[in-house]
């Protein structure tokens, strides 16, 4: 068995800094490490209507958005299979076959579903496909066998819940699926990037984001309005770095090589965090150098996206493609667990040839 990555996300606007370090820059470092036999990265249409079925154009327009970011953060469609998620329709059945193999009160007590619930105040009237949806990455994830799923920590529980489906699957009907592991960010800060207002977590819905198409100006702005440390009053007063947004930022992103480029003052991060924490370092100076480091990993970024702007029909035979390819790889599945589960009528000569001699001898 080869070792194989499944990793995507859902088209509901443009991707963010929080997607940057949580799992995009990772993905890139995996698909030129070449350790692995076979990368997908998808684009998770069907799981963004599950919350978004009265709004389709805005799935619809979000597609060309993640895949622009895809592939100016460097994904490579050489190496890696990008695919869209309804362009697969193996996967709406493996999900229907799960089903079977999940209670309500399993997902009732996932804490991922639960924080998505809250966030979302459906009340009593929670679309059955937005409640259902760790099914549904369960079978995006078992389609093509995957090993390995980068992601955040808060999608640890998705994992394991898909870990249990596959396990009650071959336990029932034999080895077939693969039991995935999660590859968590390398730089613990990365694990969850807080918003820009000092949220837990950088959020669409809640406009505390940097998006990776931010213009310069559009970070500077941002950046300038950043969530520091409200004890922090006057340049001499002692700050603290717990909940600071722009030293975590600089944790995420800053290099010893940054600050001789842009703040040789000092030498590292730590010696910025011990000059903050004693008093006499003002939060604009930590905010500009943010500023300069957040650009210039933004600005080959930016540069790509223009190019492949000027071709968008290309970014779709792109996809059209990596979707193709999945949905080969998904057939195959699908024929095994088919077989597996003895539903494949039409294949299984020998249940064909003995129900025609149990009807002939009757």
Known sequence: MGKIILTGDRPTGRLHLGHYVGSLRRRVELQNEGDYDKMFVFI????????????????????IEVALDYLSVGLDPSKVTLFIQSM?????????YFMNLVSVAR??????????LAMRNFGQGVPVGFFTYPISQ????????????????DQEPMLEQCREIVRRFN??????????????????????????????KMSKS???????????????????????????????????????????????????????????????LEEVKEHYCRGGLGDMKCKKFLINVLN????????????????IPEVYAILKKGSEEAREVA???????REAMRINYFDDAELIKAQAEKYLNA
């Open 171 to 200: 336990t029932i009907y034999g080895d077939v699926l693969v039991e995935p592991q999660i590859m968590l960010p390398t730089n613990k800060v990365c694990l969850r990037l807080p918003g820009l207002d000092g949220s837990a």
């Open 206 to 268: 809640l406009g505390n984001c940097i998006y990776l198409s931010d213009t310069a100006k559009e970070v500077e702005q941002k950046v300038k309005m950043a969530y520091t440390d409200p004890l922090h009053l006057r340049v001499e007063d002692p700050g603290h770095v717990e909940g600071n947004v722009v030293l975590t930022y600089l944790d995420a992103f800053a290099t010893d090589e940054d600050f001789v480029e842009f703040w040789p003052d000092y030498k590292n």
């Open 44 to 63: 998770a249409d069907i799981q963004a209507l599950t919350d978004n079925a009265d709004n389709p154009d805005k799935v619809r327009q979000n597609i």
């Open 296 to 311: 210039k990993r933004l600005e080959p970024i930016r540069l790509r996206r223009r190019e492949f702007e000027k071709d």
């Open 107 to 116: 997902l009732q007590r996932n804490p991922t579903v639960k924080t998505e």
């Open 331 to 337: 057939a195959k599945t699908l024929h095994e667990v």
């Open 138 to 153: 369960a079978a995006d994830i078992a389609f093509c066998k995957a090993t390995t799923v980068p992601a955040g920590e």
């Open 88 to 96: 697969i329709p193996e996967l709406s059945e493996l999900t229907m």
